[in-house]
């Protein structure tokens, strides 16, 4: 028995640590794959999409608040890897690894399910977990470049909507994904494999040429969330709708197709308010469809039952009426 307790002891400090570098090596990716497309607003580089918020939030939601060292750790890496550290870095670091901690303990006090089967989870996830929380980051990093000097006071808001909605839209895009791979099971019917593979097909060939033409054609994109939402709900629609959005960005940053001759500003807002949008119909049109559905299901349950109970009771009553006709002296 001792043994065992020892091997317990000695087992948590190593999961721990493991635990702590495959946030960090995760998060860290992740701020790599983010610093591949900038922006400029108002003299400061910003990246429209931050897959390192979405990266933390789901790993505080599935492993729990242990791990916000694992957080901390890659801010510092991808931190050192952007620039020299100074003191102001430290506040930077404090914010990023504060924010998707907060979005936690927030969530987790309304009660939010991991699995996101309910409408209520998904509007938690898009107002505590992304808005209110990145306000944490946004709000200290901006801050942090007006006293610096990096940044003129003029630019606060400017550089402060752009990391905020940034930081949002890796929690919205990244996070639910992420929540839901543990949840996937393989494998799938046929007919649906051949339905998911005409999905990406169809992804393929529609979303390259409507984020890079110049006709404005972002909105023909919509349709194919509604369908991936409908037949295959979250698993089919976040992935359409990442998708989307990473060749999005990619275009707003080369500033070809609907984003050519745009503004920093323009092309900041135009990009945010289609990710947003994307994101917003994935989540809440697929937690509708999952809730109606449940909601399908227990009804039907609940008939099945009822019907098995009202068998119940016609066959006691049947068995009831034979005993009774069969006594002596019952007839005539």
Known sequence: MACVVARQDLRTPAVFVLETLAVAACY???????LLRELTVAGAVVSPLWPPTGVAVAA?????PRCWAGIALGALLVLTHLTSLEP????VLVGNTAAPVAGYLLLRRVGFRTDLSRLRDCLALVFLGAFAAMLISSST???LLVATG???GRGFWGVWLAWWVGDAMGVLLVTPLLLLL???RFPLPRARWKEAVGLAVVAGCLVPPATRSPASLLFAIYPLLIWAALRFRLPGSMPCALYASVLA???ATDRIGPFAHMTDVQVLVNLQAFNGAMALTSLLLSAVITEQQHTRRSVERACQELVEVLEHLTAGETAAGRRDGGRPGDTG
């Open 249 to 251: 960005t990619v275009a």
């Open 150 to 152: 990096d940044l003129p």
């Open 28 to 34: 860290y990716a992740g701020g790599r794959l983010g």
């Open 60 to 64: 505080l939601l599935v492993l729990g």
């Open 141 to 143: 990093g901006a801050a």
């Open 88 to 91: 102001a870095s430290v506040g």
């Open 182 to 184: 543990p949840r996937l």
